[in-house]
């Protein structure tokens, strides 16, 4: 199961006088199993490419592969891809609607016609999933809850539609720090224990360092870098040429470089700060 994107472009509002250009000439493979964060400055076409992903957006030209099959086609149906791809938009709570928690997680998997024993089994896995008790939650409001727990919800609600690749576009915007770290220790989650693919769209280079295995950056539509975190981070010019930044840990140690002290500048995570300080403070103490 993966993506895989072949010159893809998105005109907004073609021969219009608003025409603009979104995504030109997106070449990009995501494979199973990964974890990809997709960075950029707003407007640079994140939102656009992650909705081609997932059939919501159809290109003006290129090609969209999931799971080997050509999801531009005319004769693919939206809800088979919504099976594979599962996307969680931002502040995706805003779209809860029912008066039980449980009744909202199965409105997808209701819609997939299947039969109740199943989409019971799908919202307690789902629930299980996202670290929500379903005795517990099952009957209460989704409004009742804290921020994070309502984000929580609507996840489970995408999750239960059993995508085998889930996208997060910025899962983090507007949750306090407490809120922030749990949705990210439960996406790790989501990954490592139960296999998924992730694509997080992410603003905190903080997040994606600690987080991704692969990170693609957009600029002005295109694809500007694409690799490892060490790889992407190491090119700190290009990055703020973008509007970018990379994590803070990683300033603190190449200003260190700079100043003469033997310390590695490819570090992005403050736990690799803290052991690469310590290493050097034994040095220096010697
Ligand atoms: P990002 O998610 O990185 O902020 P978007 O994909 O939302 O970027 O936007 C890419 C470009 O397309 C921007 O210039 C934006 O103004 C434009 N755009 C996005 N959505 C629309 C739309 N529905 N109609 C017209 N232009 C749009």
Do not use: C, W
Request: net charge neutral; proline share 4%.
């Amino acid at each position: 199961m993966s993506i895989k994107i072949e010159k893809l472009k998105h005109v907004y509002m073609p021969k219009s006088p608003f025409e603009k250009v979104a995504l030109n000439n997106v070449n990009l493979e995501i494979n199973e199993g990964e974890f990809v964060a997709l960075i950029g400055h707003t407007g640079s076409g994140k939102s656009t490419l992650i909705q081609h992903m997932n059939g919501l957006l159809k290109p003006t030209s290129g090609k969209i592969i999931v799971d080997g099959e050509d999801i531009t086609k005319s004769n693919i149906k939206l809800t088979d891809i919504r099976k594979k791809v599962g996307l969680v938009f931002q502040y995706p709570e805003y779209q809860l609607f029912e008066e039980t928690i449980e009744k909202d997680i199965e409105y997808g998997p209701r819609n997939l016609g299947l039969d109740q024993e199943e989409i019971t089994r799908r919202v307690k896995k789902s629930m299980k999933m996202v670290g929500l008790d379903y005795d517990e939650y099952r009957n209460k409001s989704p409004f009742d809850l804290s921020g994070g727990q309502k984000r929580r919800v609507a996840i489970a609600g995408v999750i239960a539609m059993e995508p085998k690749i889930l996208i997060l576009d910025e899962p983090t915007a507007g949750l306090d720090p407490k809120g922030r770290d749990d949705i990210l220790e439960q996406i790790k989650v989501l990954h490592q224990e139960y296999k998924m693919t992730i694509i997080l769209v992410s603003h905190s280079m903080e997040d994606v360092g600690k987080l991704a295995e692969k990170i693609i950056v957009m600029n002005r539509g295109e694809v500007a870098l694409e690799g490892e975190p060490a790889k992407v981070f190491r090119e700190v010019d290009k990055l703020e040429e973008m509007g970018l930044a990379v994590p803070q840990i990683t300033y603190l140690m190449r200003a260190l470089k700079e100043k003469g002290f033997n310390v590695s500048d490819e570090i992005y995570t403050i736990t690799q700060g803290k052991e690469e300080l310590l290493r050097i403070l034994k040095e220096i103490k010697k």
